[in-house]
C-alpha cells in the first residue's frame, strides 16, 4: 500500500493549518513544506506550535524545501541551510531539501563531481548539528546544473555519506532526463505529478505542465512507481504539482483524493 504525503506546492494557495486538512481529508500519512510560496512557512508559527499542530491531525512533517543551488555552496548556503535545518529540527521533519543550480551553465561532468563534493563537505557538519538528512533533488531541465541521480550517488557512496545524504525521486525530473535507473536503496522521498499534454516532448516539459496525475499521464509515473516499489523503497509519495489551475481548484481535496485513488487502484492492478 502506497503512503502518500501533499508536498506544500500543490495546495499553494493554502495556509500550513488548510493545508493539513486537505491532507488529513485525503487520508495522507504526511507533508512537505516550502519556504518558497507566498505564505510564510508554518503560517509564522514556531516549529514547535508546527509540530503539535500536525501531531492533531495524524501527520509528520517529512521535510522542509528548499536550498537553492546548493551546488554553487557559498556562505549564503550555508547559513540558509543552517537556518532550515534548525527549522527542521524543531519541527520533527526528516530533512531539508538541496535544489542544484539550474541557470544553463552547463558544467561539464568533472566540474558537476567536485561542485558536489565540495557541497556535500560544506552541508555535512550542519546535517550532524542538527541531526538531520538533505534530500537531493536533480533537476531533468536541460538548464540544470545537475540531472543525473546517478552523479549524486556515485558521490554518497564514494564519500560514506548515505546516512546523511538521500534522493528525491521526483517522477516528472526522472522523465525528463532520460534516466533508466530509479536507486530505491538511495531514495528519501518520491515526488509524482503528471503531465497530460502527449504533444510535448520532454524538452518542451515546464512546471507549468505539472497537474495532478490520471489516466492520460505522459510521465510514466505508474511504472516509476512499481519499479521504485519492486526495488525496495517503502517511503512516501508525495505530489508535487505546479500548475495554475490545480493552485486555483475550488475542490483540490476531491481532485487529489481522486488522483491518490487512481495511483492505489493501478498500483494494486500491478500487484495482483
Not at 150 to 176: G, P, Q, W, Y
Not at 205 to 223: C, F, T
Not at 238 to 263: G, N, T, W
Request: proline residues 3%; charged residues 20%.
Amino acid at each position: 500500500m502506497v503512503s502518500f504525503a501533499i508536498n506544500h506546492m500543490t495546495a499553494a494557495n493554502t495556509s500550513y493549518k488548510q493545508l493539513l486538512a486537505i491532507a488529513q481529508e485525503c487520508g495522507c500519512s504526511g507533508v512537505e513544506l516550502r519556504n518558497d510560496l507566498a505564505t510564510p512557512l508554518f503560517d509564522a508559527a514556531s516549529g514547535q506550535q508546527a509540530a503539535m499542530t500536525a501531531e492533531s491531525h495524524g501527520l509528520q512533517i517529512y521535510a522542509l524545501a528548499e536550498i537553492a543551488a546548493f551546488n554553487r555552496c557559498t556562505a549564503n548556503t550555508l547559513r540558509q541551510a543552517k537556518e532550515l535545518a534548525a527549522r527542521a529540527r524543531d519541527c520533527g521533519a526528516h530533512a531539508i531539501v538541496l535544489i542544484p543550480a539550474n541557470d544553463g551553465s552547463n558544467p561539464d561532468q568533472a566540474e558537476r563531481k567536485i561542485m558536489l563534493t565540495e557541497s556535500f563537505s560544506a552541508l555535512l557538519p550542519v546535517l550532524e548539528e542538527y541531526d538531520i538528512c538533505a534530500f537531493v533533488e536533480p533537476l531533468g531541465f536541460e538548464s540544470s546544473t545537475l540531472r543525473y541521480k546517478s552523479e549524486v550517488v556515485e558521490r554518497i557512496d564514494a564519500m560514506n555519506l548515505s546516512s546523511r545524504f538521500k534522493l528525491i525521486h521526483d517522477t516528472f525530473h526522472h522523465h525528463l532526463a532520460g534516466e533508466d535507473r530509479c536507486f530505491a536503496a538511495h531514495t528519501g522521498m518520491v515526488h509524482v505529478s503528471g503531465v497530460v499534454d502527449s504533444k510535448l516532448k520532454p524538452a518542451q516539459m515546464h512546471d507549468s505542465h505539472r497537474v495532478l496525475v490520471n489516466a492520460h499521464d505522459q510521465l510514466g509515473n505508474i511504472k516509476q512507481l512499481d519499479t521504485l516499489i519492486s526495488d525496495g523503497y517503502r517511503g512516501p509519495v508525495s505530489m508535487e504539482v505546479f500548475a495554475a489551475e490545480v493552485h486555483q481548484s475550488p475542490d483540490l481535496s476531491a481532485q487529489l483524493l481522486s488522483s491518490y485513488q487512481f495511483i492505489s487502484s493501478r498500483m494494486a492492478a500491478l500487484a495482483a
